[in-house]
């Protein structure tokens, strides 16, 4: 069973975190038996799984909903979930609710995005035995202040201020810290700074590890195919192929065939 320790223990042993996203018991199963280390429930899934545009209409009930579908699959593996937009900017006291479900729903961990309105409240999970996992770079949360999924820290200025928001990370105990969308080069200064592990999507191959979102990676969209994503097969095909077999010998009489009959 691999737990947060692990993390640190990865980035001193120079050994790279793979991470994943997953939202439903189907797909745990399989991640389960793979070597992936640690996944991440990710409020990706309002856009992934639900159909909207960005992050920001994920709620902590769906959070908690999938995080309780996903934890039912995930037994050797870290689990992680996204404290959805504006879930830990509404008091201390919402906040702590907020965690205690993700919690119930089988999480090992939240992530928080951003430092802005968050440092005292990370310090105060950490202090009170949460695991908070960072975020910087470009956070989906912020998608309408920085005007859609763009590359972030990207001039001197907004390198600096990168740089700083994680060793201010660092100190308020996150164990981990993502960075998404930056230049490779401001990911490899971050990473050599703080003692505690990168995980990079967009930010080059010199952080601690990588996250890619399941689906992205299976290729199940077409349409979806940004500079930082590799796939590793094209699922959409895949299935869609099966599908029309399936109709196909559905409509010949080919199936059910004998064997597929009482």
Not at 60 to 84: C, N, R, W, Y
Not at 131 to 139: A, E, I
């Amino acid at each position: 069973m691999k737990t947060i320790d692990n993390f640190l223990t990865y980035k001193e042993e120079n050994k790279k975190i793979t991470m994943i996203t997953c939202y439903d018991y189907w797909s745990a199963q399989i991640i389960d038996k793979s070597n992936i280390d640690a996944v991440l429930v990710g409020d990706s899934t309002a856009m992934v799984m639900h159909g909207f545009e960005n992050t920001i209409n994920a709620d902590i009930e769906m959070m908690a909903f999938h995080t309780a579908a996903v934890s039912k699959g995930i037994k050797q593996k870290v689990l992680i979930t996204d404290l959805p937009f504006l879930s830990h900017l509404k008091g201390r006291n919402r906040l702590v609710d907020n965690v205690d479900k993700i919690f119930k729903a089988g999480a090992g961990a939240v992530k928080i995005e951003g430092t802005q309105n968050t440092l005292e409240d990370i310090g105060y999970l950490v202090k009170s035995g949460i695991p908070v996992m960072g975020h910087l770079g470009m956070t989906p949360q912020s998608y309408h202040q920085f005007g859609g999924f763009k590359l972030q820290g990207n001039d001197d200025v907004k390198s600096n201020i990168i740089s700083d928001e994680a060793k201010k990370l660092e100190d308020a105990g996150c164990f981990a810290i993502v960075l998404e969308m930056i230049p490779s080069e401001l990911a490899k200064k971050i990473t050599a700074s703080i003692k505690i592990p990168t995980i990079g999507i967009g930010a080059g191959k010199y952080t601690s590890g990588q996250i890619l979102v399941l689906q992205d990676l299976l290729g199940m969209n077409e349409t979806f195919n940004p500079k930082f994503l590799k796939k590793y097969m094209d699922g959409f095909k895949l299935i869609e192929n099966a599908l029309n077999n399936y109709d196909k010998d559905v409509k010949e009489s080919v199936f059910p065939s004998e064997n597929e009959s009482y």
